[in-house]
């Protein structure tokens, strides 16, 4: 407690006693105004911490963005409005009360036969009824229409999990690229000082210094743009978490190895069968159907029920009324348009919905030979390419450390180490991406994949 908070109690309250429990009662709402401030910023600190510290899972990303992001709890609250709307659309019009009073009998008036008569005044109330069955169709329709924004909100899932997905592959690639291009300068740097030694001694030429110069300075320059790829990845997984672009986030756990994947033929019925998009389409076009029978209910009449009071009439058993109205929709080519239209968007939206069943099996189709194409790369890298690109490299090496070889050909067999080890590295990135664009367009999930323990960037070092 700071020295003025006490002297203003003891100024407020004479007595210690007073004082003290005024000091006391201080603490208290400093403590709450604390808590109240702190608390959620702690609670902000500890989700945030998943992504700043330790490695990043790409389930872990993917379920917090599912969590996290604003545009899908917009789509959230889009779904609780349509629901919303269930209610209403089924629900009767309100009931109408009417009234109305004679001016000149304000105050009472006599009658010609010499009769004295109060205010004569009328009212009424009346209740629009609509053909039957047409409160039902509403309320179905705003009940499919609800169902399809809620399948939206599963098509909006899948579309951002394939996205998290494909970040965290770029992110994983770009860590890579950055440790291979760290490897390299480090060779590029011990040839130059090979070269510079034999310089020196009179056993080659500048020229080696110079191209092992070069190409230490075209690494760095690749490092440089490795850098500024790395921060726009970033801002991109940031932006699906909702966070500020520049929040840290921790470095990537690691990809899965290829595995064996569903038959196709699978994948493709569960995509015809359960793929939220498709699904959203199909309740829209059982809303419009609902909609269609409303455009046909219209050529009914409604119905007005009412009943009333009207004073104006001397004898009273004239004054109480009961009746029903009826609507006449005698303009039928009015009614005839409006079923046009409804028939037309139903037909709309069955075309949309052949479009996009042609569309998301061709993204599968594709996707699966994207899967496909990705695996035959990793194994070819893994089983020829880095191997030979290290042989060339360890061969060349030795040759010019011999003076037999030519140090153009060791910076070449560098270069072609380090492009197959960014290659492999994008094989396995382009699998990730690909396995989640097959996932979105299946469905859901991968049931059935059989996939290896993951590769992390501590197990798989480049030499």
Avoid at 135 to 147: N, S, V, W
Avoid at 272 to 293: F, G, N, T
Avoid at 319 to 328: E, F, H, K, N, Y
Wanted: charged content about 25%; hydrophobic content about 40%; overall charge neutral.
């Amino acid at each position: 407690m700071s020295p003025g908070i006490f002297t203003r109690y003891r100024r407020a309250h004479g007595g210690a006693r007073e004082w003290a429990f005024a000091t006391i009662q201080e603490i208290a709402c400093v403590g709450v105004l604390l808590a109240a401030v702190l608390l959620p910023a702690t609670q902000a600190l500890a989700q945030d911490t998943a992504y700043d510290s330790a490695r990043l899972e790409p389930d872990t990303l993917v379920a917090s963005v599912l969590d996290r992001n604003a545009g899908l709890a917009a789509m959230r609250s889009a779904v609780d409005a349509a629901e919303a709307r269930i209610e209403p659309a089924g629900a009767l019009p309100d009931p109408q009360l009417s009234g109305a009073v004679a001016p000149e009998t304000i105050g009472g008036f006599e009658t010609p036969s010499g009769r004295e008569r109060s205010t004569n005044i009328r009212f009424e109330v009346s209740q629009d009824f609509p053909w039957p069955g047409t409160l039902g169709l509403r309320a179905d329709a705003a009940r499919k229409e609800a169902l399809a924004a809620d399948d939206n909100v599963a098509a909006v899932r899948l579309r951002l999990a394939s996205a998290t997905r494909s970040a965290y592959a770029e992110w994983y690639y770009v860590h890579q690229a950055l440790e291979i291009n760290v490897a390299n300068q480090d060779l590029v740097d011990e040839l130059r000082r090979i070269a510079e030694n034999r310089y020196a001694a009179g056993l080659t030429g500048q020229q080696d210094v110079l191209q092992a110069e070069v190409e230490l300075q075209r690494l760095k320059h690749q490092a440089i743009k490795l850098r500024r790829i790395k921060r726009s990845v970033r801002a991109k997984i940031n932006n699906l978490l909702n966070r500020k672009a520049t929040a840290p986030v921790a470095g990537p756990a690691g990809l899965p190895l290829p595995g064996s994947l569903p038959p196709y033929s699978r994948l493709r019925r569960s995509a015809l069968s359960s793929h939220p998009e498709l699904a959203q389409i199909q309740k829209r076009i059982a809303a419009d159907e609902d909609r269609e029978a409303l455009a046909r209910k219209a050529f009914y009449p409604d119905f007005k029920v009412f009943g009333g009071y009207n004073s104006l009439w001397d004898a009273g058993e004239k004054r109480w009324i009961a009746g029903v109205g009826i609507s006449l929709p005698l303009d039928r080519s009015k009614y005839r348009a409006r079923l046009d239209e409804a028939k037309a968007e139903t037909m709309r939206t069955e075309y949309e919905l052949a479009d996009r069943r042609t569309t998301l099996l061709s993204q599968l189709e594709q996707a699966h030979a994207a899967v496909e194409e990705a695996k035959h790369a990793i194994a070819l890298y893994e089983n020829e390419l880095i191997p030979r690109t290290l042989e060339n490299l360890g061969a060349a090496r030795s040759e010019y450390g011999a003076g037999g070889g030519a140090f153009l050909d060791v910076i070449t067999a560098e270069q072609r180490k380090l492009n197959a080890e960014l290659e492999l590295e994008s094989a396995r990135a382009d699998y990730f991406t690909a396995l989640a664009e097959l996932r979105r367009w299946s469905g859901g999930e991968l049931t059935g994949i059989t996939v290896p323990a993951a590769m992390n960037s501590e197990e798989f070092m480049h030499e």
